[in-house]
């Protein structure tokens, strides 16, 4: 059935005040601090729902074929919500049938804007929180950080977290759902808009969507508020880049295919093994490192932070990040020689040919496997001071292979027009 918006809904969620609602009596062994950022990140959730969720050519798509409603996107705002409205309704017991729940878990799931606003709160709890003195130094010359350098907090504060901020948010929540109005009106809307006020228009159609316990414990989940970021990286992107780009730094981090809080077991272990003549190095100081080398201007920085984190996740013990990374490198080149040629060919014959010959069409576009070389090139060099090789072996780069122009330590002031005839 249709439903108001509040007043307050056509601001972004975080630029409004939180409205947390009224909290629980803490207990005795409550963590100093987890009540008040809970009540925070549970009014930007109560706004985010609020404020409404879009339906868009993406969910519009998944809601047909999920929920069996060919046309969808067809039908105007009334009629694809009254065809939607009983199909969304959970039960009383606040579980929904299989495709339902499918359908529920796809439209709350937390967008962007939700976790930039959440993550917002978050490094503005890191920053007024009391501990030790977070040290930045120089990464080049001066010894690794240690783990004093990677402490964390207390490893039950970020579960506690989630715990309350979940026990904050009401069993009987709705979420505003949006149906444009008007038949084709599904067009490039994302699903919630850093300008809300353009998504509340006056021809979209607005539900009252359901939220029953298990969904609204899904998105709370997938905030991911178990991930701590050690306060040593944190305190290096907030020394290091700007809000926006901190950010969106800090949901890199967060979603990391390894837990960051490991890292700081990960540094405290003894003197690192031998490899090839190097030692080993750990995941701790290269995720330090390449915040503050890589520079914040280079537009594909958070792009190539996730190039490096993937990396990271993989990186086999003993092996060195240069080798590693010159592996990807070499295949990305190699795909994208591949797929020049296949056009080549292409030219030449047609395709049911190529088929009888074994020749498979390419997977990834050249183009796009030039550009991320072209970023690998760049991170290679402002992070480890070296460009990516082009012939190495397992084990690291051979020793009789050229390595080019070694620029050392990369100072993003000085060093660029090296960086600019390398990649010219």
């Keep these: 059935m249709p439903t108001a918006v509040p007043p307050d809904a056509a601001a972004p969620a975080h630029a409004r005040p939180a409205s947390g609602g009224p909290a629980a009596e803490p207990g005795a062994d409550q963590v100093a601090g987890v009540a008040p950022l809970a009540r925070r990140i549970a009014g930007v959730v109560r706004q985010w729902l609020a404020t409404g969720l879009r339906l868009g050519p993406a969910s519009c798509a998944f809601l047909e074929a999920q929920l069996g409603l060919p046309g969808l996107a067809g039908l105007p ?3 694809a919500a009254a065809c939607l409205a009983p199909l969304l309704a959970a039960s009383p017991e606040g579980q929904a049938a299989a495709d339902t729940e499918s359908a529920l878990e796809y439209l709350l799931y937390p967008d962007t804007v939700l976790r930039l606003a959440v993550e917002r709160l978050l490094a503005e709890n890191d920053a007024a929180a009391p501990g030790e003195e977070k040290a930045d130094p120089a990464f080049v010359g001066t010894t690794p950080p240690s783990v004093a350098d990677f402490h964390v907090a207390p490893c039950e504060r970020q579960p506690r977290l989630a715990d309350e901020v979940l026990r904050l948010l009401s069993p009987d929540a709705t979420a505003v759902l949006h149906v444009p109005d008007a038949p084709g009106a599904f067009g490039g809307a994302p699903a919630f808009s850093e300008a809300p006020d353009s998504v509340a228009t006056d021809t979209a159609v607005r539900l009252a969507l359901p939220v029953p316990p298990w969904a609204m414990a899904l998105l709370v989940r997938r905030l991911r508020l178990d991930r701590s970021i050690p306060a040593c990286i944190a305190d290096a992107v907030a020394r290091h880049l700007s809000e926006p780009q901190a950010l969106a730094v800090r ?17 405290s272990a003894p003197t690192a093994a031998r490899s090839g003549g190097q030692a080993s190095e750990f995941r701790a100081d290269l995720v330090l490192r390449f915040i503050r080398r890589m520079p914040p201007s280079d537009p594909g920085y958070v792009e190539a932070l996730d190039i490096w984190l993937d990396l990271l996740h993989d990186l086999p013990p003993g092996k060195s990040a240069h080798a590693a990374l010159s592996v990807r490198r070499e295949r990305l080149a190699r795909a994208a020689r591949e797929a020049d040629e296949f056009s080549a060919r292409l030219g030449r014959l047609n395709m049911e040919i190529l088929m009888l010959q ?10 796009e496997a030039r550009r991320r070389v072209r970023l690998m090139d760049r991170m290679s060099l402002a992070v480890l001071g070296r460009p990516a090789a082009s012939d190495q072996t397992e084990e690291g780069m051979a020793p009789d292979s050229p390595v080019g122009h070694d620029l050392g330590a990369f100072d993003p002031a000085t060093g660029l027009d090296d960086l600019m005839r390398l990649l010219s």
């Excluded at 949901?251 to 540094?267: G, H």
């Excluded at 074994?358 to 183009?367: I, N, R, S, T, Y």
């Design 77 to 79: 705002g009334a009629e």
């Design 251 to 267: 949901l890199a981090l967060r979603d990391a295919r390894f837990d960051l809080a490991e890292l700081s077991a990960e540094s």
């Design 358 to 367: 074994g020749v498979h069409a390419p997977a990834l576009d050249a183009d």
